[in-house]
């Protein structure tokens, strides 16, 4: 469509989770900020807090009149933040206005880059972390001016910073694995799983009582596709981090590795243990399903708590990690909306504004990340909605039990390899394609499996 115009302890887990748990994570953000080869070792602390006490100056577009494009490829609980930025920018630049062009990022926004690839990119593009090193790589994107930078988390830089330079500001994240109604857990004394035998014992024991072990909603394949990389980060990358490069170079395959055929197989666990129609199932049913009782756990991502606190304000939830074969998953971390502009804009100084915005209005920074029910990856910013997921998230964070996906998603990308992969194991499990086709049409697919 075209248009014009979770509290202070999260925030903390959240850094912690990084730090320590997260796949080649540190302190790199850090060596990125122009002050550090410029202070003396005895002045930087000083130094460094008047910087964060200093507010950084506006930018300017004199005044005039400009119009910038917007491309905003969106996750479910992003539809709507653009209202937002609008009302937010005009009261702080109403000489700007934003041309929004949004579209779904799993389906839509991946095909429409590659149009603007053609003929020009917007000024500024609205993806997700990952996308940075697929398009960055290509010359297409602007590097991103650390006076917006800095108001972010230094960790939020990682994995959209190449060759030294950040081409993306990394607005928000989420949490992925498996959401249980801790109400029903209690109730039937279950213990959360660390194994597969553990969690089969308690799919057993839900079949047994009648009770549908997994919320699913297979109709939607981004959802097998998001799914099946929360299995390739705990069973595959956990224990061989360069794995999809090891892939390109034929040292692996999906045909051969049991490991990646494992994590290919916990669909069909998830598949024999849900609701027959989850093929016709949409994502707001199945949601409502496990909120009103009707199933034990979802695989998911923090995508399903808008959806479970509509539904009812009070169900209480937690989330553990899609336990694997060695018992030591990790929970997944996934940094969501990365804002990205396009290196050839004729509009930089407007641009900027757009930056100095989202990065700076904390006001907005609460309304949006209270809307999408995410996390903030912003400095001093917190969410105020009640995340009963919280504590699980905190402990799985202090124990340096978080992974960013961003790992697997920048060796196996989406659009072209992840996402044709999903449709093909829908195939198999709805019987019309063999396992072994299914495994055989991703190795077939590896030209298509990097970025570059």
């Known amino acids: 469509m075209k248009k014009k115009a979770l509290s202070l302890l999260l925030c903390s887990a959240m850094t912690v989770g990084m730090l320590t748990g997260c796949g080649g994570s540190g302190d790199d953000g850090a060596a990125n900020t122009?002050?550090?080869?410029?202070?003396?070792?005895?002045?930087?602390?000083?130094?460094?807090?008047?910087?964060?006490?200093?507010?950084?100056?506006?930018?300017?577009?004199?005044?005039?009149?400009?119009?910038?494009?917007?491309?905003?490829?969106?996750?479910?609980?992003?539809?709507?933040?653009?209202?937002?930025?609008?009302?937010?920018?005009?009261?702080?630049?109403?000489?700007?206005?934003?041309?929004?062009?949004?579209?779904?990022?799993?389906?839509?926004?991946?095909?429409?880059?590659?149009?603007?690839?053609?003929?020009?990119?917007?000024?500024?593009?609205?993806?997700?972390?990952?996308?940075?090193?697929?398009?960055?790589?290509?010359?297409?994107?602007?590097?991103?001016?650390?006076?917006?930078?800095?108001?972010?988390?230094?960790?939020?830089?990682?994995?959209?910073?190449?060759?030294?330079?950040?081409?993306?500001?990394?607005?928000?994240?989420?949490?992925?694995?498996?959401?249980?109604?801790?109400?029903?857990?209690?109730?039937?004394?279950?213990?959360?799983?660390?194994?597969?035998?553990?969690?089969?014992?308690?799919?057993?024991?839900?079949?047994?009582?009648?009770?549908?072990?997994?919320?699913?909603?297979?109709?939607?394949?981004?959802?097998?596709?998001?799914?099946?990389?929360?299995?390739?980060?705990?069973?595959?990358?956990?224990?061989?981090?360069?794995?999809?490069?090891?892939?390109?170079?034929?040292?692996?395959?999906?045909?051969?590795?049991?490991?990646?055929?494992?994590?290919?197989?916990?669909?069909?666990?998830?598949?024999?243990?849900?609701?027959?129609?989850?093929?016709?199932t949409e994502q707001t049913d199945c949601d409502a399903r496990m909120v009103l009782g009707e199933a034990a756990m979802k695989v998911s991502g923090s995508w399903s708590i808008q959806n479970f606190l509509d539904i009812d304000e009070n169900f209480d939830f937690g989330i553990f990690p899609f336990p694997n074969q060695t018992g030591d998953s990790k929970l997944i971390f996934e940094p969501n909306i990365a804002i990205m502009t396009s290196a050839q804009t004729e509009h930089q100084d407007a641009v900027n504004c757009v930056l100095d915005v989202l990065s700076g209005d904390k006001e907005l920074a609460v309304e949006i990340l209270d809307f999408t029910k995410t996390a903030s990856m912003l400095k001093d910013v917190a969410p105020t909605f009640a995340n009963p997921s919280q504590a699980d998230i905190d402990e799985y964070a202090s124990k340096g039990m978080i992974v960013d996906v961003t790992l697997g998603n920048n060796q196996l990308v989406w659009g072209g390899f992840q996402e044709e992969n999903a449709a093909d194991i829908a195939a198999y499990l709805q019987g019309d394609i063999s396992f072994e086709d299914c495994l055989a049409a991703s190795d077939a697919r590896v030209g298509s499996s990097s970025a570059q």
């Open 34 to 280: 122009p002050a550090a080869d410029t202070v003396d070792e005895a002045e930087a602390p000083a130094a460094a807090e008047e910087a964060d006490e200093a507010e950084a100056p506006a930018p300017s577009t004199d005044g005039e009149e400009v119009t910038l494009t917007v491309l905003a490829g969106q996750s479910t609980t992003d539809a709507g933040i653009e209202d937002m930025i609008d009302a937010a920018l005009a009261e702080k630049y109403p000489n700007i206005t934003l041309e929004w062009e949004c579209t779904g990022w799993d389906g839509e926004f991946h095909p429409k880059m590659q149009q603007y690839m053609q003929s020009g990119l917007p000024d500024i593009i609205i993806g997700k972390a990952q996308d940075v090193n697929t398009y960055a790589s290509q010359g297409l994107l602007g590097e991103i001016d650390a006076t917006y930078l800095d108001r972010g988390l230094d960790a939020a830089r990682e994995n959209v910073t190449i060759d030294g330079k950040t081409y993306g500001l990394v607005y928000n994240a989420l949490y992925q694995g498996v959401y249980y109604n801790k109400t029903m857990f209690a109730e039937n004394g279950w213990e959360v799983p660390t194994t597969q035998e553990e969690l089969q014992a308690i799919i057993d024991d839900c079949n047994a009582k009648g009770i549908v072990p997994f919320a699913s909603h297979m109709v939607d394949t981004w959802s097998i596709g998001n799914v099946t990389m929360q299995f390739m980060m705990n069973d595959v990358f956990n224990n061989t981090p360069d794995w999809g490069d090891q892939f390109r170079e034929g040292k692996v395959s999906f045909a051969e590795d049991q490991a990646a055929q494992t994590a290919y197989s916990y669909n069909k666990l998830i598949f024999d243990n849900t609701y027959p129609e989850t093929f016709s």
